[in-house]
């Protein structure tokens, strides 16, 4: 085998292309106002199967982007950390805010969730993306990480 040997090999593409004017974009300064911005996005299966959802932010908290991370089943799903961070640095996010739905209603977050969010966090500092909050939701209202001290 030749040092110049030629080697197929896959191109990998970055791409974000936002939809929304910067001045339209709704923003998420508090829980209140990202746990609106979920809900709207949230796919009409909210009661039924659990799903992990992410609000990438800019500087100014202004929402740049929405990302389903995984749907799952009725009390679990999977969330791949490394898929959240690429999508984040692709749209170039300052920070960004979690959510999951519990079907059966309950608000308050396993230790699974509790687990979860520290291992988010930390992996966000260490590429400077902050984890904003983290909330646990349902059509009727919301758990925020931030708002209880635990972020």
């Known amino acids: ?14 791409s974000y292309q936002p939809k929304v004017k910067s001045s339209e974009r709704a923003t998420a ?17 909210i009661s039924y199967i659990e799903e992990f959802n992410v ?6 908290n202004k929402v740049i982007g929405f990302f389903n991370v995984s749907k799952g089943g009725i009390n679990c799903t999977s969330v791949d950390k ?10 170039c996010a300052v920070s960004v805010i979690l959510a999951h739905n519990h079907p059966s209603g309950n608000l308050y977050p396993s230790q699974a969730d509790i687990d979860l969010t520290k291992d988010l966090y930390k992996a966000g500092e260490i590429l400077g ?23």
């Open 82 to 91: 490394r898929v959240i961070f690429a999508a984040a640095l692709k749209a």
């Open 55 to 60: 609000l990438f932010l800019n500087q100014g």
């Open 129 to 151: 993306i902050k984890i904003v909050d983290h909330l646990v939701i349902s059509p009727d209202g919301f758990y925020s990480f931030a708002d209880e001290g635990l972020i």
């Open 1 to 14: 085998m030749s040092v110049l040997e030629h080697f197929q090999v896959a191109e990998i593409s970055i």
């Open 29 to 45: 300064n508090t829980s209140t106002e990202a746990y609106k911005v979920f809900l709207s996005q949230w796919s009409h299966l």
